[in-house]
């Protein structure tokens, strides 16, 4: 398994950007399908987009379709989520996760279906 850390979080305007990031501290990203979930109070936690291994698939939950780009550097080791026209609904506090698999282009949007995960990191978008 690999040890994840995520930075990049922090307030800022609606309608402004942040970029998150997330690092393996132990071990390579390469060999593992990469999600970010998040998880506001009281709510449950929910899925926010996928990158696969190697092909570069992406998935993206309905609610920041093409408004956040998730992508990787896999010589980097990291996984970055862009993440542009912020809401007041998009505070929370974000996730980076992994999930090994031997395929290049499967991504996974179930909490279940991915074993590492960071700690977070606080995103906080006011209004």
């Known amino acids: 398994q690999v040890q994840l850390v995520e930075s990049g979080g922090g307030l800022v305007q609606a309608g402004g950007s942040l970029r998150l990031s997330c690092a393996a501290s132990?071990?390579?990203?390469?060999?593992?399908?990469m999600g970010w979930f998040r998880q506001a109070p009281g709510k449950e936690r929910e899925f926010v987009a996928s990158?696969?291994?190697?092909?570069?698939?992406?998935l993206y939950a309905d609610s920041v379709k093409g408004r956040f780009t998730v992508s990787r550097d896999n010589a980097k080791n990291t996984v970055t989520l862009q993440m542009n026209s912020l809401k007041p609904e998009d505070t929370a506090v974000y996730l980076c996760?992994?999930?090994?698999?031997?395929?290049?282009?499967?991504?996974?949007?179930?909490?279940?279906?991915?074993?590492?995960w960071g700690q977070g990191t606080q995103v906080t978008v006011s209004s």
């Open positions: 996760a992994a999930a090994y698999s031997m395929s290049g282009y499967a991504v996974h949007s179930g909490m279940y279906q991915y074993g590492s």
């Open positions: 132990e071990g390579t990203l390469s060999s593992y399908v």
């Open positions: 990158i696969s291994r190697t092909i570069g698939n992406t």
